[in-house]
């Protein structure tokens, strides 16, 4: 499975995003999705994921209200739509995924995905 992020940049507090990660290699319908990020000193985090059905769709507590993920199956693309930014938000995007069958209380966990992306440079400042 080949995962490609695109849509990070420089972008004011307060302002909006939407990642993209475009899947191949796989059947889509097929992969959990997951997107993770990893700021400057600090370890990677679980920001939202989606399941295989576009069902459960957990987000991490920083991010509920403000963040939205989905998925686009034409496209086999997952998008990560990010409003109301904050600094505190700057980091690398990783776009994840696996075929396991996540069930809700492992799909915030790291380690069960098994594809990465290269990631894409998300940066909140004025």
């Known amino acids: 499975v080949q995962l490609v992020e695109s849509g990070g940049g420089l972008v004011q507090p307060g302002g909006s995003l939407r990642l993209s990660c475009a899947a191949s290699g796989r059947t889509f319908s097929s992969l959990d999705m997951g997107w993770f990020r990893q700021a400057p000193g600090k370890e990677r985090e679980f920001v939202a994921a989606?399941?295989?059905?576009?069902?459960?769709?957990p987000y991490a507590d920083s991010v509920k209200g403000r963040f939205s993920i989905s998925r686009d199956s034409a496209r086999t693309t997952v998008y990560l739509q990010m409003n109301s930014l904050k600094p505190e938000d700057t980091a690398i995007y990783y776009c994840?995924?696996?075929?396991?069958?996540?069930?809700?209380?492992?799909?915030?966990?790291?380690?069960?995905?098994?594809?990465w992306g290269q990631g894409t440079q998300v940066t909140v400042s004025s």
């Open positions: 994840a995924a696996t075929g396991r069958g996540l069930i809700m209380s492992t799909m915030r966990l790291e380690r069960m995905y098994d594809y």
């Open positions: 989606v399941r295989k059905s576009g069902g459960s769709t």
